[in-house]
């Protein structure tokens, strides 16, 4: 498994975008999957988004239309390209891999803070 980095949080307003990105140790070319995850103050880690190798992708209800999941094989980096922000889509924001597909996601990053806020 390759270790997971975070980048891209921060503070923006409501309607306001970010992209998250997600940078890997080694090659994800081989990886089955992978996601982003959110924890919000108070609730459960809820899966966000993810992508498959062949790039198929899925999205939780409460994003799709507004977030957008991304792989860069060559460059082993995932993105969270996330539009039209909410109060609501405040949480850390993790990034994860899924190695097969018998496997569950895992091996978290240290997640990165969005923060949604007039």
């Known amino acids: 498994q390759v270790q997971l980095a975070e980048s891209g949080g921060g503070l923006v307003q409501p309607g306001g975008s970010l992209t998250l990105s997600c940078a890997a140790s080694?090659?994800?070319?081989?990886?089955?999957?992978m996601g982003w995850y959110r924890q919000a103050p108070g609730k459960q880690r809820e899966q966000v988004a993810t992508?498959?190798?062949?790039?198929?992708?899925k999205y939780a209800g409460s994003v799709k239309g507004r977030f957008t999941i991304s792989r860069n094989n060559a460059k082993n980096m995932v993105y969270l390209q996330m539009n039209s922000l909410k109060q609501e889509d405040t949480a850390v924001y993790y990034c994860?891999?899924?190695?097969?597909?018998?496997?569950?996601?895992?091996?978290w990053g240290q997640g990165t803070q969005v923060t949604v806020s007039s």
């Open positions: 994860a891999q899924r190695i097969n597909i018998l496997a569950d996601f895992g091996s």
């Open positions: 080694g090659s994800i070319f081989n990886i089955y999957a």
């Open positions: 992508i498959t190798q062949g790039g198929s992708t």
